[in-house]
């Protein structure tokens, strides 16, 4: 069974810096793009960063010079790295990941949790 565990959210005043990690587990072949997407009260989950395998990256405009994602293919984990927060950052944070599990020949999307980021002004 593959999952996929966040960590790293809570609650930081404005100006500050939080560092969310998310480790994928499990019987796993391959995994292809992971990202962070960010779901805030009344409104619709949203893309903040994602990277490919190869590192390619992309970038929600809101986030652009404040936040950076990197991954670990080694220990099968993606990490995003908060800098300079606004209150508007406030949101569920979930994991994505397009994983090809074994015995699979397609991969399948798994999303993690979610993990809450407070930012107070």
């Known amino acids: 069974q593959v999952q996929l565990v966040e960590s790293g959210g809570g609650l930081v005043h404005a100006g500050g810096s939080l560092r969310l990690s998310c480790a994928a587990s499990g019987s796993i072949t391959s995994i292809n793009a992971m990202g962070w997407y960010r779901q805030a009260p009344g409104k619709q989950r949203e893309l903040v960063a994602a990277i490919t395998s190869g590192f390619s990256i992309n970038y929600a405009d809101s986030v652009k010079g404040r936040i950076t994602i990197s991954r670990d293919n080694a220990k099968n984990t993606v990490y995003l790295q908060m800098n300079s927060l606004k209150p508007e950052d406030t949101a569920v944070y979930y994991c994505?990941?397009?994983?090809?599990?074994?015995?699979?020949?397609?991969?399948?999307?798994?999303w993690g949790q979610g993990t809450q980021v407070t930012v107070s002004s």
């Open positions: 994505n990941a397009l994983i090809r599990p074994r015995g699979r020949v397609t991969p399948i999307d798994y």
